[in-house]
């Protein structure tokens, strides 16, 4: 496909194979850093226009284990949370809304770290970062700026990739790949950079959905750019870069991570956005010097394919991949000489974005493509054996007008936390599940409201649940909104 023309000139790149280091792409133009003023003070929390407060949360119980969440899949990149002290089943009518904010177009969830709950949205034609009290709702600071996109295939045209949170700083990387440093206690603009026009980004199916990751003083995007710069890692405190990593895939809407293979830190990034043909796979990369150890074709031979779901971390120096249109997952090992290696493949086990949970062994998550073909299998990790399929997970909710909908969790997010697994269905049911080798349990389920599109994970903090619901809500005829619920055990659960 014919690359976009780049805005102004984009990167020299001298003559490399596509397995060389990256130290050979010069920067077009380090962003001018902002300071901080020195007489800046953080602004109180104060009430805001798009806030609707409920009631308190119940006390944190005595014991409770709390964790930040910096990045969208939580602490750990692995939708795994050491919270304790949940509720065991919820409450008669679903557990109780601490506070909601009308929320503006994207796919993002909130990220929290230490008192400041950050939001990325869009409301009109800005892209918006909303600094909240994560308890009250309350608002500490907004940043705003414009943005022009409109989604080809009609999705929302707002960001795709949460924010990030690390050394006092918030990262967002927008949906026409506009990367911004903010200062997380006064909202400060410290740097920002258009990707797009210095980079000359690949063109997207949905917009630049990759979430970065920031690691050992690096903001590390799946860039696309041109010059088959694939990866690109920024400086977190001047946003000059400083190294990337040469190979001709373009950005996918899976997210880098960083997992210990073989003794040390890779950079792993399941790349493969829009290109004809359809080229992607998982990269294994040096994440301090952008050195790329091998690279894994994974990819549907189908233009409207797309990478989307994270590589997770499954087993001694073996990982997990996905695709949906075709061909499905395989678990690859990283050899001792730093090259892929493959272990089995899984045909029928194709996640399209959610990332999948590893748990004792096994490999829990909700496949399929659309809807009508989703269901939650369960999958030996030292075997890949399929241990069980559940096709049936389907129960009838009340809707407007008296009218049932035949319901089920179908392309859902499972989130492991206390003991169990909370799992969020697209169209906006919670339900506690048990699983293990032997099969699924439907511990306690409640329909939080009824709207499409509800395909983030759910963010847990301090005992409370944040919810990003994307589209109308149907039962209430309520607009897009991210809600906190209260789901702290009583003091004695």
Request: net charge negative; with cysteine.
């Amino acid at each position: 496909m014919k690359r976009l023309a780049p805005l102004i000139p984009v990167v020299a790149v001298l003559a490399a194979s596509p397995l060389s280091n990256a130290d050979n792409f010069a920067d077009p133009g380090p962003p001018e850093v902002s300071e901080v003023p020195g007489d800046a003070t953080a602004p109180e929390a104060t009430d805001w226009d798009r806030l609707k407060y409920h009631a308190p949360p119940k006390p944190l119980p005595e014991g409770a284990v709390t964790e930040n969440w910096p990045r969208f899949l939580g602490p750990n990149d692995n939708v795994i949370s050491g919270e304790t002290r949940l509720l065991e089943a919820f409450p008669e009518g679903g557990p109780k809304i601490v506070w909601e904010m009308e929320k503006g177009t994207g796919y993002t969830s909130p990220v929290i770290v230490d008192g400041r709950l950050v939001m990325f949205d869009r409301v009109g034609d800005k892209e918006r970062i909303d600094c909240l009290d994560p308890e009250t709702g309350k608002r500490f600071w907004e940043f705003a700026y414009p943005v022009e996109y409109r989604d080809r295939y009609g999705f929302s045209n707002g960001p795709r990739a949460s924010a990030i949170l690390d050394s006092g700083n918030v990262y967002t990387l927008g949906v026409t790949s506009v990367l911004t440093c903010l200062d997380l206690e006064t909202g400060t603009r410290l740097w920002q950079r258009d990707l797009d026009a210095e980079f000359d980004v690949a063109p997207y199916f949905f917009g630049h959905g990759s979430c970065p990751i920031v690691y050992d003083g690096k903001v590390i995007v799946n860039l696309g750019g041109a010059g088959d710069l694939c990866v690109a890692a920024f400086d977190q405190h001047s946003g000059k870069l400083l190294w990337g990593t040469k190979y001709p895939w373009n950005s996918s809407y899976a997210s880098p991570v960083v997992k210990t293979l073989q003794g040390q830190p890779r950079l792993l990034v399941l790349a493969g956005g829009d290109s004809d043909p359809p080229v992607g796979g998982l990269l294994c990369i040096d994440p301090e010097t952008g050195e790329l150890h091998d690279a894994f074709p994974w990819r549907a031979d189908k233009y409207e394919s797309v990478n989307g779901s994270t590589p997770v971390l499954a087993g001694e120096n073996r990982v997990y991949i996905s695709d949906c249109y075709q061909i499905g997952g395989v678990l690859l090992e990283l050899t001792e000489d730093l090259k892929w290696k493959e272990v089995w493949k899984a045909p029928d086990f194709g996640i399209h974005w959610v990332t999948p949970l590893v748990k004792d062994g096994h490999l829990y998550g909700f496949r399929g493509r659309n809807e009508p073909d989703a269901w939650l299998a369960c999958y030996d990790v030292a075997t890949g054996e399929e241990r069980w399929r559940e096709e049936n997970l389907q129960w009838s909710t009340p809707g407007p007008g008296g009218r049932d909908y035949n319901m089920s969790f179908f392309r859902g997010n499972l989130l492991e936390a206390d003991g169990r697994t909370w799992a969020l269905g697209e169209l906006g049911t919670l339900a506690i599940l048990d699983l293990s080798p032997e099969g699924v349990e439907v511990v306690d389920r409640t329909q939080l409201f009824l709207a499409r599109s509800t395909w983030s994970l759910p963010v847990l903090h301090r005992g409370l649940l944040y919810v990003s619901q994307h589209e109308q809500d149907h039962l209430e005829n309520a607009p897009p909104r991210l809600i906190c619920y209260d789901l702290r055990a009583s003091e004695g659960e």
